[in-house]
């Protein structure tokens, strides 16, 4: 089972809403990612989690907060966001400890800012 | 100089053809190596990882790793028309670490036509 599992799909919002983006495995993986892919681009690194703790913060704006409860859950706060931020957000893990492994994303969730 | 390159394309091939797709790569310490296939519209999905200098075979698909002149490449042998989409490099690039960074190339889009 190599499934990474991204709720919402898809979320529309307005700069002043809160919301979360939510990410979820079971395959024991001990590293998380996110990424954000705009249309016709390459994923952009944001965020990693290694062993539940922040390793990389690609200078991302504060309107945007990691959350890495447990090992299996990572949350993406979404707070006063702009319209160019409209983007696919893409959960990633990985085995974590070696630096080599795999990554295997989630079905991503679409993005739009209003 | 950009991190990862690749040809956008498209890159059109006849179907039963053989794909041949490349990647630059900028840092020499990296040490893993990927190739994503992206359809439209989804998120990645990981199809081969190489780490060693050479060939490195699954099935249809044929990952070729050159570090001297940092350099890897993807064939697609008898290409199929579900095989159309964008093929996505990426680098780990860190040379240590307890998870990694992938950095993507810009993707090559490729069209396999009847």
């Known amino acids: 089972d190599t499934e990474v599992t991204q709720t919402p799909k898809h979320l529309v919002m307005g700069m002043t809403n809160k919301k979360s983006l939510k990410c979820e495995q079971h395959?024991?993986?001990?590293?998380m990612y996110w990424y954000k892919q705009k249309a016709k681009k390459p994923p952009e690194l944001m965020f990693v989690?290694?062993?539940?703790?922040?390793?990389i913060n690609e200078s991302v704006p504060s309107r945007f907060s990691p959350e890495c409860p447990n090992s299996s859950l990572l949350n993406l706060h979404l707070h006063a966001l702009q319209p160019e931020d409209s983007a696919l957000y893409l959960c990633a893990s990985s085995q974590g400890g070696t630096g080599r492994e795999k990554l295997f994303f989630g079905s991503g969730t679409q993005l739009s800012v209003l | 100089q950009k991190e990862v390159e690749q040809n956008s394309g498209p890159l059109s091939v006849p179907e039963g053809a053989i794909a041949s797709l490349n990647c630059t790569y900028s840092d020499r310490v990296s040490q893993s190596f990927f190739w994503y296939r992206q359809y439209s519209g989804k998120s990645p999905e990981l199809i081969m990882s190489i780490y060693s200098n050479g060939d490195k075979e699954d099935g249809r698909f044929t990952a070729q790793l050159n570090k001297a002149s940092q350099y890897v490449s993807l064939l697609i042998r008898d290409s199929q028309p579900s095989d159309s989409a964008t093929y996505l490099c990426?680098?780990?690039?860190?040379?240590?670490?307890?998870?990694?960074?992938?950095?993507f190339g810009t993707g090559t889009r490729l069209q396999v036509t009847l």
């Open positions: 990426a680098v780990n690039m860190w040379a240590t670490g307890t998870a990694s960074k992938l950095t």
């Open positions: 989690y290694s062993y539940e703790k922040l390793s």
């Open positions: 395959m024991g993986h001990r590293a």
